[in-house]
T-cell receptor
Framework: GDSVTQMEGPVTLSEEAFLTINCTYT??????LFWYVQYPGEGLQLLLK?????DKGSNKGFEATYRKETTSFHLEKGSVQVSDSAVYFC???????????FGKGTRLHILP | KAGVTQTPRYLIKTRGQQVTLSCSPI?????VSWYQQTPGQGLQFLFE???????NKGNFPGRFSGRQFSNSRSEMNVSTLELGDSALYLC?????????????FGPGTRLTVL
């Protein structure tokens, strides 16, 4: 079935370090891909999305490119801040289906 | 524009009881989806309602049910609560177009079953 696999956490980095969180997917159709972020005590917020192959989603310095050939959607940021500490979820949706399939989440700690 | 609201934010119940959670979507949104979040299982899809009809359903037992009203507000009910139902329940709303259509999440209701 459709699924999302993302790297296990926690990931601990120093401020201004480069961030990569890996995400790969398995899908029977042509999914839209998403990264959501969850700050402590809050719900999910959409961080960025891409709806077709080679699309690049970007927001708040974060980027991810939809790679159909490697079925990947890795999240990157060039210089992380303490305020980026949160849990990040990679996710997909197929077609008109509103059901989102989430990865397990990656907890990110940024040290000052 | 007001975001997705969920009430109550926190609930404590005992085993065997039932509970009803409420979700008010963003104005104009017709689709409401519900998710269960637990440390062990992560985020799991419960069901989706669109224009008062259940359009999609996850793999949860029949104790979990929901409905949607004509104003798009949705309720989720869990009967005969079990300890394992302790979780953060999130709802999300969208226009219902699917695909790349953005879903907006509420802050969640944290349910604790004792």
């Amino acid at each position: 079935g459709d699924s999302v696999t993302q790297m296990e956490g926690p990931v601990t980095l120093s401020e201004e370090a480069f961030l990569t969180i890996n995400c790969t997917y398995t899908a029977t159709g042509y999914p839209s891909l998403f990264w959501y972020v969850q700050y402590p005590g809050e719900g999910l917020q959409l961080l960025l999305k891409a709806t077709k192959a080679d699309d690049k989603g970007s927001n708040k310095g974060f980027e991810a490119t939809y790679r159909k050939e490697t079925t990947s959607f890795h999240l990157e940021k060039g210089s992380v801040q303490v305020s980026d500490s949160a849990v990040y979820f990679c996710a997909l949706r197929i077609g008109r289906d509103d059901k989102i399939i989430f990865g397990k989440g990656t907890r990110l700690h940024i040290l000052p | 524009k007001a975001g997705v609201t969920q009430t109550p934010r926190y609930l404590i119940k005992t085993r065997g009881q039932q509970v009803t959670l409420s979700c008010s979507p963003i104005s104009g949104h017709r689709s409401v989806s519900w998710y269960q979040q637990t440390p062990g299982q992560g985020l799991q899809f419960l069901f989706e309602y669109f224009s008062e009809t259940q359009r999609n359903k996850g793999n949860f037992p029949g104790r979990f049910s929901g409905r949607q009203f004509s104003n798009s507000r949705s309720e989720m009910n869990v009967s005969t609560l079990e300890l394992g139902d302790s979780a953060l329940y999130l709802c999300a709303s969208s226009s219902g177009g699917g695909g790349g259509d953005t879903q907006y999440f509420g802050p969640g209701t944290r349910l604790t079953v004792l």
